[in-house]
C-alpha cells in the first residue's frame, strides 16, 4: 500500500504500523475521490490528442507491455535521483494502493492517480520521489513510478525505490490501483499485473514460482489485500505459461487457468 511501505533505504524508520495504514487509507480515499472530479471532467475523445503516444515514448512491443513514462503523467522532479544497482532485483512485490475502487479507466484518471502518489509519496511520506517502480491502474494502464526504473529494467539493473521495509535493494515493486480486501481485481489490471510480470521475469530472467511475493510476505501489512494475494499463485502460474509460451496472448485469458478459475472475473 502507499504509506506503510519502507521509507528511503533498506533500515528506513518508516513502520507498516495500524496508525500508519489507517492515515494511508484515509488519505488514499480522499485522494482517489478528488481525482474522480477531475477525470470525469475531461471526456475520452480529448485525451488521445492530449497525451499522443509516439517517439519518443516507448510502442507496443511483443515483449513488454506499453508503460507510460513520469514525463507523460508529468512527474514532479525526484528530490535525489534513485540509487541504481548494478544488478537484477530478486523478487516482484505486488501492492495494493489502498485507494478508492474507481470506475474511472481513463488515462487522465491513471496519470492523475501516479502524480496523487508520488505527491503522497514526497510530501507526506518525506520520500525522495514515487516509492514503487512501477504503477497500474484499475484500467490496466501501466506507468512508470520511481525515476530512472524504465531505463534501469531495460538494463537489467535496478532503481532501488522505498516500497518494502528493510528489502528495498533486492526488490522491484508493483503498485495495483485498489483496496483488494474483499473488492475483486478488475479483469483490465489482471491481464496488466500479467503482462508486467511477463516482461520482469524476462528481462531479469526470474522464476515466476519463486519471484512473484505479496508485501504481506516481506512486512507485517495486509497489502495487497486477501483478494488480491489469494490470487498470487494463479499470477505465477499465467506468467509461467505465458513464458512457456502455452499461455495465449492476453494473459490469464488463455489455457488453463481460465477454466480453472472460471468466476474471478466473469
Ligand atoms: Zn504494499
Known amino acids: 500500500m502507499l504509506h506503510a511501505h519502507s521509507g528511503e533505504g533498506a533500515d528506513g524508520g518508516q513502520r507498516c504500523g495500524p496508525q500508519f495504514t489507517r492515515r494511508a487509507l484515509i488519505g488514499g480515499v480522499v485522494g482517489a475521490a478528488g481525482l474522480l472530479t477531475v477525470g470525469s471532467s475531461i471526456r475520452d475523445g480529448a485525451m488521445a490528442s492530449e497525451y499522443p503516444v509516439g517517439p519518443p515514448y516507448p ?3 511483443a515483449d513488454a507491455p506499453q508503460v507510460y513514462t513520469r514525463a507523460q503523467w508529468n512527474a514532479r522532479s525526484p528530490k535525489r535521483a534513485a540509487r541504481i544497482l ?18 474511472d479507466r481513463s488515462l487522465v ?32 494502464i501501466v506507468m512508470e513510478g520511481r525515476n530512472q526504473s524504465l531505463a ?3 538494463a537489467k539493473n535496478h532503481a532501488v525505490g522505498a516500497h518494502v521495509l528493510h528489502h528495498n535493494q533486492h526488490t522491484i515493486g508493483i ?8 473488492a475483486r481485481v478488475p479483469r483490465r489490471l489482471w491481464d496488466s499485473l500479467v503482462e508486467v510480470c511477463v516482461w520482469l521475469c524476462r528481462a531479469y530472467n526470474l522464476e515466476p514460482a519463486e519471484a512473484i511475493v505479496g508485501h504481506r510476505d516481506y512486512n507485517s501489512t ?21 513464458l512457456n509460451g502455452s499461455g495465449g496472448a492476453s494473459g490469464s485469458a488463455g489455457g488453463l487457468v481460465t477454466s480453472i478459475f472460471p468466476s474471478f472475473d466473469g
Open 175 to 182: 503498485e495495483s490501483e485498489g483496496t483488494y480486501t474483499s
Open 86 to 103: 548494478d544488478r537484477p532485483p530478486d523478487h516482484i512485490v505486488v501492492h495494493h494502493t489502498a485507494s478508492a475502487n474507481t470506475r
Open 152 to 154: 534501469a529494467i531495460r
Open 59 to 61: 510502442a507496443f512491443r
Open 222 to 242: 495486509t497489502c495487497p489485500g486477501d483478494v488480491l494475494y489469494a490470487r498470487l499463485p494463479e499470477l505465477r502460474r499465467s506468467v509461467a505459461d505465458r
Open 109 to 140: 484518471h491513471a496519470f492523475g492517480l501516479s502524480r496523487q502518489i508520488q505527491k503522497w509519496h514526497m510530501d507526506g511520506n518525506g520520500w525522495n520521489d514515487t516509492g514503487q517502480q512501477l504503477t497500474i491502474s484499475r484500467g490496466g
